[in-house]
């Protein structure tokens, strides 16, 4: 490439960046797609940006789009997956994973193991139902299985366990 090109080049590049990096919001006050997208790719213990949090939440076009995001990165999803559950088991598929909810024993709180050949890949599980949503991350895998203690210590793992039982809530494991 010729001096001129990559100069053209760069000039292109920084004019659609200095575009980008006006507003964070488009003219109808929504969050911009850089700012769904940061959300969407952030640790599961990072903090979270509320106003984009809040915009999912309130409204269905911004939502659309940040599960639209969520969809793209993840290593497998499903938008309302398929549960079934006999009271002490609660087993649902997502992509080429299964997840299953083992009840609680005298000994620990209920257990949330996925399985799946591609397990040592997951970072991070995303539950979406109605305008709630929790990300949890997750542990490395053991032998093609993650194990994630749903303890009623910790807020987010309940919510986890709880939207999970619920045929309409999306699942993202990303």
Known sequence: MSDEARLLAEIH??????????????????????????????????????????AIRSDPATARRYRALLAGQAIAHAPRAIAASDGALAARRVGAFTLEILPATEDGPPLLVLRGAEAQALRAIEAMRGDEAVRLALPPAIDGAILVALDPAVPEAMRLGAMLRDTDCAVFLL
Do not use: C, I, N, Q
């Not at 990096?21 to 903090?47: I, Q, V």
């Open 13 to 54: 590049a920084a004019r659609a960046l200095m575009r980008e990096s006006g507003p964070a919001r488009d003219a109808a006050g929504r969050p911009g797609a850089a700012s769904l997208w940061a959300h969407a790719t952030r640790a599961a213990d990072a903090p979270v940006d509320v106003a984009v949090a809040r």
